[in-house]
């Protein structure tokens, strides 16, 4: 058993609440954060990917001073962010909330015509009391020797405001920042779900070989997690098995494809490389995710039409082989991406082969 609890602070990231300009290094947040000087954040580009000659990307700051709303930066920022909030007016988008249009359809209990354009930058913080890194030695700056964390068929791991720092073993399959292997199949057999097992309120941080890594498990809660600077895909499901995950408020930033010839899947590299969710089973819940600054698309839902991998063998209730394309859709609602290279939700260009070479489907 794995038990780590941390402390985290009751504000995981929120977003500005004023224009930042380039160069400046105050901020001015929507909440009053409980964050001290020295914790380090990560701040959202608002630009299209990769804008302003690549300097619009996510960037790694310090807390130099906090004053209720207002954060004082040890550095400037790299970029122009934005920070307000827009309105549909009968004038057309306006930065007044004055004069809203009234929306062609009366509003139902069910169903409320979005009035308001929120495009502000997300700041995310990353520090929390326990820390698993790896040294910061010529391994980890040259071959990208980090830190991992495996769970292993019959042990539990609950993880609660950690930090992982420093974390993946570049080209090294199995080898992540948080990984879950093979807790819920056995040959061509589904054994019980999980249950009770978590990663919450935790952080990822400078990942070698990807983010937080679900493999032939089921029934786990990640929730209210931040990645920030993630090699290969950040939140991962391995095989297209995994099913009735919870995948819940996490944040996913700065997306890099990992250096060619070190990639373990074909779907991690070219123009169509890492992703900040690849998510290869619809029988999973995606609620009030983020993917932002990914080098390739946000959030890739490739329902497949067989496993893969360890699980290639795995039944599904009616005795066939598995079959995640035909599956039931579980719920994905309140996910947002942007400024991504490419698209913000990639709904094709599924797994085809064990390499991870992908087709359309």
Same mark, same amino acid.
């Given at each position: 058993?794995?038990?780590?609890?941390?402390?985290?602070? #009751?504000?995981?990231?929120?977003?500005?609440?004023?224009?930042?300009?380039?160069?400046?290094?105050?901020? +001015?947040?929507?909440? $009053?954060?409980?964050?001290?000087?020295?914790?380090?954040?990560?701040?959202?580009?608002?630009?299209?990917?990769?804008?302003?000659?690549?300097? +619009?990307?996510?960037?790694?700051?310090?807390?130099?001073?906090?004053?209720?709303? $207002?954060?004082?930066?040890?550095?400037?920022?790299?970029?122009?962010?934005?920070?307000?909030?827009?309105?549909?007016?009968?004038?057309?988008?306006?930065?007044?909330?004055?004069?809203?249009?009234? *929306?062609?359809?009366?509003?139902?209990?069910?169903?409320?015509?979005?009035?308001?354009?929120?495009?502000?930058?997300?700041?995310?913080?990353?520090?929390?009391?326990?820390?698993?890194?790896?040294?910061?030695?010529?391994?980890?700056?040259?071959?990208?020797?980090?830190?991992?964390? /495996?769970?292993? *068929?019959?042990?539990?791991?609950?993880?609660?405001?950690?930090?992982?720092?420093?974390?993946?073993?570049?080209?090294?399959?199995?080898?992540?920042?948080?990984?879950?292997?093979?807790?819920?199949?056995?040959?061509?057999?589904?054994?019980?779900?999980?249950?009770?097992?978590?990663?919450?309120?935790?952080?990822?941080?400078?990942?070698?070989?990807?983010?937080?890594?679900?493999?032939?498990?089921?029934?786990?809660?990640?929730?209210?997690?931040?990645?920030?600077?993630?090699?290969?895909?950040?939140?991962?499901?391995?095989?297209?098995?995994?099913?009735?995950?919870?995948?819940? %408020? =996490?944040?996913? /930033?700065?997306?890099?494809?990992?250096?060619?010839?070190? #990639?373990?899947?074909?779907?991690?590299?070219?123009?169509?490389?890492?992703?900040?969710?690849?998510?290869?089973?619809?029988? =999973?819940?995606?609620? $009030?995710?983020?993917?932002?600054?990914?080098?390739?698309?946000?959030?890739?839902?490739?329902?497949?039409?067989?496993?893969?991998?360890?699980? $290639?063998?795995?039944?599904?209730?009616?005795?066939?082989?598995?079959? *995640?394309?035909?599956?039931?859709?579980?719920?994905?609602?309140?996910?947002?991406?942007?400024?991504?290279?490419?698209?913000?939700?990639?709904?094709?260009?599924?797994?085809?082969?064990?390499? %991870?070479?992908?087709?359309?489907?």
């Amino acid at each position: 058993k794995l038990e780590l609890h941390g402390e985290s602070p #009751e504000v995981l990231w929120t977003k500005l609440n004023e224009h930042a300009d380039k160069g400046s290094k105050t901020i +001015s947040l929507v909440d $009053s954060p409980d964050w001290k000087t020295g914790d380090e954040v990560a701040i959202a580009p608002t630009d299209y990917y990769h804008a302003g000659n690549g300097s +619009s990307v996510t960037q790694l700051n310090v807390v130099d001073q906090i004053n209720d709303q $207002s954060i004082q930066l040890i550095d400037e920022l790299n970029a122009f962010r934005w920070g307000l909030l827009q309105y549909a007016t009968e004038n057309g988008m306006s930065l007044s909330s004055t004069g809203l249009l009234t *929306p062609p359809l009366p509003d139902t209990e069910e169903r409320k015509t979005p009035l308001v354009l929120d495009e502000r930058a997300e700041v995310a913080h990353l520090t929390r009391n326990i820390t698993i890194q790896s040294i910061d030695d010529d391994l980890w700056k040259n071959q990208g020797f980090g830190a991992h964390t /495996m769970i292993m *068929p019959g042990a539990e791991a609950r993880v609660d405001g950690v930090t992982f720092k420093r974390v993946g073993q570049r080209g090294r399959l199995r080898r992540y920042p948080m990984h879950w292997h093979n807790l819920s199949y056995s040959g061509s057999g589904t054994l019980d779900d999980v249950t009770d097992q978590y990663i919450k309120n935790s952080v990822v941080q400078h990942s070698a070989n990807r983010g937080i890594v679900i493999h032939g498990t089921n029934g786990l809660v990640i929730q209210n997690n931040v990645l920030f600077d993630i090699q290969g895909h950040g939140v991962f499901t391995e095989d297209a098995v995994e099913r009735r995950n919870t995948i819940d %408020g =996490n944040i996913v /930033m700065k997306v890099r494809n990992p250096p060619y010839g070190t #990639e373990l899947k074909q779907h991690e590299q070219g123009e169509f490389g890492s992703s900040g969710f690849w998510i290869s089973n619809p029988d =999973n819940y995606l609620t $009030s995710n983020r993917a932002i600054d990914c080098q390739t698309f946000g959030m890739w839902l490739a329902f497949t039409t067989r496993p893969w991998g360890d699980n $290639s063998s795995v039944l599904a209730e009616d005795g066939l082989l598995l079959n *995640p394309s035909r599956t039931l859709f579980g719920v994905f609602d309140g996910n947002v991406t942007h400024s991504n290279l490419r698209r913000g939700i990639m709904l094709d260009l599924v797994e085809i082969d064990n390499e %991870g070479n992908t087709g359309g489907h």
